[in-house]
């Protein structure tokens, strides 16, 4: 194997090797006998508590929650940023939920201790070729070593590494367990590499599965994925639409591959310095004015005007009357418009106790129709109310406040769709819904690339992930997008707080005056406009 003949991620020599446990440093196989053994074990222990359960129904109960935790994890793997079960759920919930208390809650309570004891009770655990002579080269050669394992008992994996001579060996050993998160998600890796004091690039990440390993890899950065082929490696749950830079049959072959690499140093003294200087050319040739690339607009106070009705929350009270009605627990007539303002007064003191907080969660419907109003309804009520939480939040939403298209909205809209920068939605609203409903009856939702509605998200602004989220939408960086408008704080500082390079507030919403100047003053917004159609010029 030649240095020439590796992928450009696989030449140069890693700061630090990111190993998965299963499939990498140890091959697991199936005890034939285990699960009986084990089943049998605790059915003893049962017994000693005074709540006997036989032998053969807790050896099911193992087999059916194998497979249901088989299923959960495969679905795990599709998700983003899956979070791992808890001691509770994996012993309550999968493997023993048919089971009666107080055997159930016997077991849930002893859960750590059984799943350090089930891991090796049911599998073998063998040390893979090659191992030992992998670790030995990265001491010498000053690659940091971590772990970074799916596993539903970190304490298992401990025992093991250092029955095997090899716990003094791993600077930094991430389980999902311990983590509370679950690969694919990429801060495992994250966590591992901050641990060891290295930047994710310059790192390799060696895993055996692409739903997780290979996936996982990806989303966090990682300079280079390699697979270790084990039982696992060829038989995705689903399709991957990716490949890893090597896949190799065991820890002696990425030895290899590690032993074909060069210092970065060497890589860099052997580079062309013409190339260097083009590149450093071609960058500051790029210096200059950020263009626009995405522009983020705020719903009410920019795209629409609130006028507030003479009767707010009729309709939304008529809704909640004739919900009662039909399920056979009316109220007296005007009774639902009482039930909406006592909620509603909950609700603003809720939003005012996450702001004191600084937490800035989204109230949902479910929240709102069963939290806020149950001072007010029978338990028989509340139920009604939670089934049409759904529907009463869109009464709600269109009853509390009329809206009209702003002056200026429809132009810039149509700029920003013939010049190619994506319109994205960034609304805090008690419903989505709603607000795709109301761009929709002014004919423009076909200029809106996409929508991050709070109550959809479970935040709000000024919380920095609701930018970032739209941030993702539009595949920009903070700096290439504008954020427009109509609170200092919530829409202002929060796209500041998250580098958004131009911050315009608007005037005719919910800021005064004093405080769109104060908000130009501090930093906060860049621009104040007296209607959207001024923003135009502020785009060239």
């Known amino acids: 194997?030649?240095?020439?003949?590796?992928?450009?991620a696989l030449r140069r020599t890693?700061?630090?090797?990111?190993?998965?446990?299963g499939g990498v440093i140890i091959l697991t196989a199936k005890r034939p006998e285990g699960r009986r053994e084990f089943a049998q074990a605790l059915s003893r222990r049962l017994e000693e508590a005074g709540a006997p359960v036989a032998a053969e129904r807790l050896e099911q109960c193992l087999a059916a929650g194998a497979a249901g935790l088989k299923h959960w994890k495969h679905s795990s793997s599709r998700r983003r940023e899956p979070r791992e079960l808890t001691v509770a759920e994996i012993i309550g919930d999968f493997y023993f939920s048919d089971l009666e208390d107080p055997a159930r809650a016997l077991l849930t309570g002893w859960g750590a201790e059984l799943l350090d004891e089930m891991s090796t009770a049911l599998t073998d655990h063998n040390l893979r070729d090659g191992v030992p002579e992998l670790i030995s080269y990265a001491q010498q050669n000053g690659i940091a070593l971590g772990i970074v394992s799916n596993a539903h008992s970190g304490r298992s994996h401990r025992r093991l590494l250092t029955a095997l001579g090899l716990d003094g060996v791993f600077g930094t050993q991430i389980y999902s367990d311990e983590a509370g998160i679950?690969?694919?998600?990429?801060?495992?890796?994250g966590r591992a590499a901050r641990g060891l004091g290295v930047d994710l690039k310059d790192a390799w990440y060696v895993g055996d599965t692409m739903d997780r390993d290979l996936v996982a890899g990806r989303r966090a950065g990682v300079g280079a994925v390699i697979l270790t082929r084990s039982q696992h490696t060829d038989n995705p749950p689903f399709p991957i639409d990716d490949t890893a830079e090597a896949v190799v049959d065991n820890p002696a072959e990425l030895l290899q591959l590690l032993q074909a690499t060069e210092p970065a140093e060497v890589l860099a003294a052997e580079s062309d310095p013409a190339v260097d200087q083009d590149d450093a050319a071609g960058t500051a040739a790029s210096s200059g004015a950020v263009p626009v690339r995405a522009l983020l607009l705020d719903h009410g106070g920019v795209m629409s005007d609130t006028v507030k009705p003479q009767q707010p929350f009729a309709e939304a009270a008529e809704a909640v009357e004739q919900a009662l009605l039909r399920a056979g627990c009316p109220v007296a007539e005007g009774r639902g418009l009482q039930i909406i303002e006592a909620a509603h007064q909950r609700y603003k003191e809720y939003k005012d106790a996450q702001e004191a907080q600084g937490t800035y969660k989204e109230v949902t419907p479910r929240l709102y129709w069963g939290e806020f109003t149950k001072e007010s309804v029978t338990p028989q009520q509340t139920e009604v109310?939670?089934?049409e939480a759904e529907s009463l939040q869109m009464s709600l939403y269109r009853s509390k406040s009329h809206k009209r298209e702003r002056e200026g909205i429809r132009d810039l809209l149509l700029h920003c769709k013939e010049a190619g920068i994506p319109v994205i939605i960034v609304s805090n609203t008690i419903c989505g819904r709603g607000v795709r409903s109301i761009i929709?009856?002014?004919?423009l939702d076909h200029l809106v690339a996409g929508w991050v509605c709070s109550d959809e998200l479970g935040l709000k602004k000024p919380h920095p992930d609701i930018f970032r989220y739209a941030l993702r939408m539009a595949s920009v960086a903070p700096e290439e997008a504008v954020m427009v408008g109509d609170k200092p704080f919530n829409?202002?500082?929060g796209a500041q707080q998250v580098g958004i390079g131009r911050r315009i507030l608007t005037r005719g919403g919910s800021g005064t005056d004093a405080e769109l100047q104060q908000a130009l003053e501090t930093g906060w917004a860049?621009?104040?406009v007296d209607h959207p159609g001024q923003i135009l010029a502020l785009l060239n």
Do not use: C, I, N, W
Not at 1 to 8: D, F, K
């Open 1 to 8: 194997m030649t240095l020439t003949s590796l992928p450009a």
């Open 14 to 21: 890693p700061r630090a090797l990111l190993l998965d446990f």
């Open 182 to 189: 679950r690969k694919p998600h990429p801060d495992m890796l």
């Open 385 to 387: 109310l939670l089934a």
């Open 440 to 443: 929709a009856g002014y004919g």
């Open 491 to 493: 829409d202002a500082m």
């Open 526 to 528: 860049t621009s104040v």
